[in-house]
């Protein structure tokens, strides 16, 4: 079957998408404004609502005082309020709710409220927070060996520490809801979240009610890159809180600027490594310990500092390794889910030591790469055996196809005629495991209605982010019934459709809810058949579908897909399906932490060459050449979109992405003015990406691989192959491992002696 274009791609450029602030309001609908912390950290000692409140148009301000139900939205533990009540813990941390009947008059009124807090201790960094024992849990260790051990038969043992910065999301839409009454005390929300099912829960816990009384639509988003997993429940919760004790529909669309200072990003990290090698390059040993800079709830933060754990040794077999995260409490906003989702954090340590291991004995970090690289029933340090490795076939076939050997001698030969630019070229293997780590997470549902002039309906749980995963449904759906995709409609994520869905997220979206949405449609396909073998008075074995026509034996028969429906009807044969799948094999042990998380993994390998100006300390990507296992994809244009974005955003969180909080605890990066992302120019204009030929995954959806996050960790390799060039050009460079490797940087590497 030939390839759907995005059945977005029309709307999206014609402008007629619609997303939250697109949608017509209802009359009565009043508007939103979040007051929050101006303090990082303190006590409430006063809140005076009374002047902002007399404010003409002015409705209501609600403090968590006006709450039914719980103050309480967190996801994992239960540690945030939806409103602070007598402590702040992060600038940005919303206090009270301002309702008006303009966004303009609840800005008016924001101005008059009055606070004092008593400001306490200001905790930024996640090393200092662990100094102070400034924990969100418990920390936690996977090994496997003993690194003691594998230290002593060690040649070589390097020790170093890292740091990543955060990122910002940026998705174009910012966070935002409508929340309506409805009858009964019902209410209904439009929301822009990737978990739907999280935002029905959050919002019945603040309302005091069940989960039933709360519908939850999503449409589509514009980007949610993982910002909008759990950071889309507050603002639905404070519209339908607002909805629910006035009766009146609410409008709530958080302003970039209070997106950007309120919402959490990826987690910065704080490490400390130590590798060990034998004297053929062989990894002995390595032991790494994260310092996960949480911020001042738990959020996500134990399933991503998990994620960083089952990440760290990369594409690479370790025989010892032992790994420790620490989620660190700090006064930032709580950090979040983010493409990758601890993966990149971890990986970046492990390619961080490789790096200082190769420049400290002389050798690349390809030679030390090569040799390590996991091969086929390799154990990981987590338990899993892995099984269709192609780590070494992917980094094989991207040395061959774009002929490694030749881009290296170029480089070599420009960097000795050439004293004021100099080039840096470097190698990153990807394997990344796809599945939710929490295994019940795995499951998803799809509800499937064939009309009766044989046009279709489908719901899932899966949101529609800009990732495709939409035209993605539909090309299994049409795929399955062999009809044109046009006579199929997807539908919006709703909870009343289909409940208890996983966030759109861990890149399994489609293939949770693509295996949902075939079994209900092989089970339509399979009552059809059978009604055709009756009709046709043949053996239902011989009945096919292609093309709208049923075939018997491979020949075309006289019934057609509309009229073989029109007798379903009248045969009171079931048109409408509900499935579930739930992923088989899956099983992981926290106890022993030992198992099998992962359904599969993603494998990959990129070269990616930069040339620096060492006058001015710019940089740009000369090429970066990907072979890519996609499995055996269903969505060439998409899945190849998906590489290109998440490299992008990869590239941008390695090279100019630079979150920046001062002591105070205060964003200063908080406008596209201070915080830089890639734009076109800043990636590369010559990027080849190839398919690996591989046989593709019986787990993966139409054999076609999660492709959502893996491709951003490519990215890394952008911040070797700059340190890279700086190499060339100052013999005095310390190696360091900081994040993001920006101008400003290069400038002091390549003058640093
Ligand atoms: Mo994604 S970072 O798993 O929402």
Redesign the pocket.
């Known amino acids: 079957m030939k390839s759907m274009t995005n059945i977005d791609s029309f709307g999206h450029v014609r402008g007629e998408s619609l997303f939250i602030d697109d949608l017509d309001i209802k009359r009565n609908t009043l508007f939103a404004l979040v007051f929050d912390s101006s303090k990082a950290h303190g006590k409430i000692k006063n809140l005076d609502i009374s002047k902002a409140e007399t404010i003409e148009g002015v409705i209501k301000i609600f403090t968590y005082k006006d709450i039914p139900g719980e103050n309480q939205i967190g996801g994992i533990l239960p540690d945030e309020p939806l409103l602070a009540e007598n402590l702040v813990d992060y600038i940005g941390q919303p206090i009270a709710i301002i309702i008006a009947i303009s966004e303009k008059i609840a800005k008016k009124a924001k101005a008059h409220i009055e606070i004092e807090i008593d400001e306490l201790p200001i905790i930024t960094g996640a090393k200092e927070a662990a100094s102070q024992n400034q924990f969100i849990n418990a920390p936690r260790t996977i090994k496997l060996g003993n690194t003691k051990k594998g230290f002593e038969t060690s040649d070589f043992i390097f020790e170093g520490e890292v740091f990543t910065n955060g990122q910002e999301h940026l998705y174009l839409e910012t966070q935002g809801a409508y929340a309506e009454p409805m009858e009964n005390g019902n209410i209904k929300i439009t929301s822009s979240t ?1 978990g739907p099912t999280q935002v029905q829960k959050g919002v019945a816990k603040v309302l005091g009610i069940g989960m039933h009384k709360i519908e939850v639509d999503v449409i589509r988003l514009g980007g ?6 759990d950071q889309a429940t507050p603002w639905a919760a404070m519209a339908a809180l607002a909805a629910y004790r006035l009766r009146k529909p609410v409008k709530l669309i958080l302003s970039r600027h209070d997106d950007l200072r309120m919402t959490g990003k990826r987690h910065p990290y704080e490490s400390n490594f130590k590798i060990g090698l034998s004297k053929e390059l062989k990894i002995m040993a390595f032991e790494v310990e994260f310092f996960q800079n949480s911020g001042a709830a738990a959020d996500l933060s134990p399933a ?1 500092a998990e994620r960083t754990l089952f990440h760290a040794t990369n594409s690479y077999f370790i025989p010892n390794v032992k790994t420790t995260v620490y989620s660190c409490k700090t006064n930032l906003p709580p950090n979040t ?5 601890g993966g990149p954090q971890g990986m970046f340590v492990m390619e961080a030591a490789i790096a200082k291991v190769a420049h400290e004995i002389g050798v690349t970090s390809k030679e030390i790469q090569e040799i390590n690289l996991f091969q086929e029933k390799d154990k990981t340090h987590y338990g899993q055996i892995l099984t269709d490795v192609e780590s070494r076939n992917s980094w094989n076939s991207a040395i061959k196809e774009f002929n490694y050997k030749k881009l290296y001698k170029d480089i070599t030969s420009f960097n000795k005629k050439n004293k004021d630019f100099k080039k840096g070229i470097a190698l990153m293997p990807i394997c990344f495991g796809i599945s ?1 780590t929490n295994t019940p997470m795995n499951n998803a549902r799809a509800l499937v209605h064939v009309y009766q002039d044989g046009s279709i309906g489908i719901s899932t749980g899966a949101v529609e982010m800009g990732q495709g995963v939409n035209t993605k449904l539909i090309t299994i759906a049409a795929q399955s019934f062999s009809i044109a995709p046009e006579k199929i409609k997807i539908e919006t994520t709703n909870t009343t459709r289909v409940a208890n869905t996983s ?5 399994s979206t489609a293939d949770l809810n693509g295996k949902a949405l075939l079994k209900a449609c092989l089970t339509i396909v399979k009552r059809l058949k059978n009604l055709a073998a009756k009709e046709l008075k043949v053996n239902v074995q011989e009945i096919s579908l292609h093309d709208e026509l049923v075939y018997v034996k491979d020949k075309k028969s006289t019934l057609t897909w509309k009229v073989l429906i029109e007798k379903a009807m009248l045969e009171r044969v079931a048109l409408t399906e509900n499935a579930h799948y739930a992923t088989p094999i899956i099983h992981y042990n926290k106890t022993d932490e030992k198992g099998h998380p992962f359904a599969y993994h993603v494998f990959g390998t990129a070269i990616l060459t930069s040339t620096v100006d060492c006058i001015r300390g710019t940089y740009t990507f000369d090429s970066i050449k990907i072979v890519h296992d996609y499995g055996k994809s269903m969505s060439k244009g998409i899945d190849l979109g998906q590489v290109e974005g998440a490299l992008a955003q990869g590239i941008g969180w390695m090279t100019m992405e630079e979150i920046a909080y001062d002591k105070s605890g205060m964003l200063l990066s908080n406008a596209l003015s201070t915080y830089k992302i890639p734009d076109i120019f800043s990636i590369s204009e010559d990027i080849n990406i190839k398919p690996l030929d591989t046989k593709g995954n019986e787990m993966a959806i139409l054999k076609s691989k999660a492709v ?2 893996p491709p951003l960790m490519y990215g890394i390799g952008a911040y070797f192959a700059i340190q890279n060039a700086i190499k060339e050009f100052n013999p005095n460079y310390k190696m360091n491992f900081h994040t993001p490797m920006t101008p400003e940087k290069v400038l002091m590497g390549l003058y640093q002696n």
Do not use: H
């Open positions: 990737q949610g890159f993982g910002g909008k997993e991503i889910a983010f493409r990758g989702f939710f966030p759109s997220a861990a890149s959502g996050e």
